[in-house]
């Protein structure tokens, strides 16, 4: 199941996919483990786009904007990445007692700033609003270049992600 961005979007899809799943299920409970995965930002400078982590994830309920925030967290937390959800996946994992995994590709570097500050792009549950980024990017030309390589980023980190998983 998808849930998008930040905790609040993996409560709500939580509550309703555990029901959701049981009803399909005939009432039974079969599910063994919960995977969070996804798109995370680097914060060990060694990363690169399209890595791989698995251990090291530092959740946020806001996006990691600055390459100094990103110096900032990795010198406070020691943590390789940084993203938003893994750690309410986490929790609904102990919740329902089964297994938790975390795989998350890496889009944006360690020593980068992203073009801009998303978490004033985003709803009240925590979606970007793709519209709002647009309109952005049409007011502050000059920021159009850095949208694309982030854009490309993700598209690289996608393709690691799906052939990680399909190994």
Partial sequence: MANGPGARLVDRLFRISREAAREALGGRWDIEGV???GFCGALDPA?????IVQEGVLTLDRVAVTAAEKRELRERTHAAAV???S?????????WGVEFRCVKAVSDLASEDLPFDFNRYRDVEGRFSRGRIAAAAILRPARIPALMRLDRNCRIAAEKLGEFLTK
């Fill in 87 to 95: 750690a309410a996946v986490e929790a609904k994992a102990r919740e």
């Fill in 35 to 37: 995977m969070s995965v």
């Fill in 47 to 51: 990363l690169r786009v399209g890595d």
């Fill in 83 to 85: 993203e938003m959800e």
